[in-house]
Protein backbone atom coordinates (compact mmCIF):
# COMPACT_ATOMS: atom_id res chain seq x y z
CA UNK A 1 0.00 0.00 0.00
CA UNK A 2 1.28 3.46 -0.62
CA UNK A 3 0.99 5.62 2.44
CA UNK A 4 3.68 7.36 2.49
CA UNK A 5 2.56 10.62 2.76
CA UNK A 6 0.35 9.78 5.70
CA UNK A 7 2.63 10.28 8.58
CA UNK A 8 3.42 13.58 7.74
CA UNK A 9 -0.03 15.10 6.71
CA UNK A 10 -2.04 13.18 9.29
CA UNK A 11 0.60 11.94 12.04
CA UNK A 12 -2.29 10.75 14.81
CA UNK A 13 -3.96 8.60 12.10
CA UNK A 14 -0.52 6.86 11.43
CA UNK A 15 -0.40 6.46 15.52
CA UNK A 16 -3.35 4.84 15.61
CA UNK A 17 -2.54 2.46 12.21
CA UNK A 18 0.26 1.77 13.58
CA UNK A 19 -1.27 0.66 17.24
CA UNK A 20 -3.79 -1.58 14.90
CA UNK A 21 -1.17 -2.67 12.50
CA UNK A 22 0.03 -4.26 16.00
CA UNK A 23 -3.71 -5.40 17.77
CA UNK A 24 -4.64 -6.84 14.29
CA UNK A 25 -1.87 -7.78 12.13
CA UNK A 26 -0.69 -5.97 8.47
CA UNK A 27 -3.01 -7.57 6.28
CA UNK A 28 -6.15 -6.68 8.04
CA UNK A 29 -5.18 -2.73 8.42
CA UNK A 30 -4.07 -3.49 4.52
CA UNK A 31 -7.05 -4.60 3.20
CA UNK A 32 -9.26 -2.12 5.39
CA UNK A 33 -7.04 0.56 3.42
CA UNK A 34 -7.53 -1.44 -0.16
CA UNK A 35 -11.53 -1.46 0.37
CA UNK A 36 -12.31 1.78 2.15
CA UNK A 37 -9.66 4.34 0.56
CA UNK A 38 -8.89 2.42 -2.93
CA UNK A 39 -11.72 0.92 -3.96
CA UNK A 40 -14.31 3.50 -1.98
CA UNK A 41 -16.46 0.75 -0.48
CA UNK A 42 -18.32 1.54 2.99
CA UNK A 43 -17.56 -0.02 6.41
CA UNK A 44 -13.97 -0.84 6.28
CA UNK A 45 -11.76 3.04 6.58
CA UNK A 46 -12.74 6.15 7.24
CA UNK A 47 -10.09 8.71 9.14
CA UNK A 48 -10.38 12.27 10.01
CA UNK A 49 -7.61 14.39 11.69
CA UNK A 50 -7.50 18.49 11.55
CA UNK A 51 -8.99 19.23 8.19
CA UNK A 52 -8.37 16.24 6.25
CA UNK A 53 -10.37 12.89 5.69
CA UNK A 54 -9.47 9.89 3.92
CA UNK A 55 -11.75 6.65 3.10
CA UNK A 56 -14.90 6.38 2.65
CA UNK A 57 -17.82 7.01 5.82
CA UNK A 58 -20.52 4.99 6.47
CA UNK A 59 -24.48 5.12 7.53
CA UNK A 60 -23.54 4.72 11.21
CA UNK A 61 -20.58 7.19 11.33
CA UNK A 62 -21.68 9.44 8.92
CA UNK A 63 -21.88 12.45 11.86
CA UNK A 64 -18.07 11.85 12.16
CA UNK A 65 -17.25 13.05 8.19
CA UNK A 66 -19.10 16.75 9.17
CA UNK A 67 -17.38 17.02 12.59
CA UNK A 68 -15.19 19.88 13.37
CA UNK A 69 -11.53 18.21 14.30
CA UNK A 70 -9.06 20.33 15.14
CA UNK A 71 -5.55 20.22 13.90
CA UNK A 72 -5.05 17.84 17.37
CA UNK A 73 -7.76 15.70 17.00
CA UNK A 74 -8.15 11.95 14.96
CA UNK A 75 -10.22 9.75 15.05
CA UNK A 76 -9.70 6.54 13.07
CA UNK A 77 -12.73 3.76 11.90
CA UNK A 78 -11.93 0.40 10.69
CA UNK A 79 -14.02 -2.44 9.62
CA UNK A 80 -14.97 -5.00 12.90
CA UNK A 81 -12.02 -7.39 12.85
CA UNK A 82 -14.13 -9.50 15.46
CA UNK A 83 -16.21 -10.12 12.13
CA UNK A 84 -13.54 -9.81 9.31
CA UNK A 85 -11.61 -12.14 7.33
CA UNK A 86 -8.75 -11.68 5.80
CA UNK A 87 -8.72 -13.58 2.10
CA UNK A 88 -5.90 -15.95 2.20
CA UNK A 89 -3.57 -15.83 -0.67
CA UNK A 90 -3.17 -18.12 -3.25
CA UNK A 91 -0.18 -20.05 -3.08
Known amino acids: ?3 NWLPAAMPGIAGLMAD ?3 RHGDAFVNSCWQ ?3 VERQPRF ?11 TPWPEIADVA ?3 VTST ?3 L ?7 WVV ?3 AS
Open 45 to 55: FFAREGPLAVG
Open 20 to 22: MRR
Open 35 to 37: KGV
Open 77 to 83: FLADPAS
Open 66 to 68: GWQ
Open 1 to 3: MRW
Open 73 to 75: QAA
Open 87 to 89: PAR
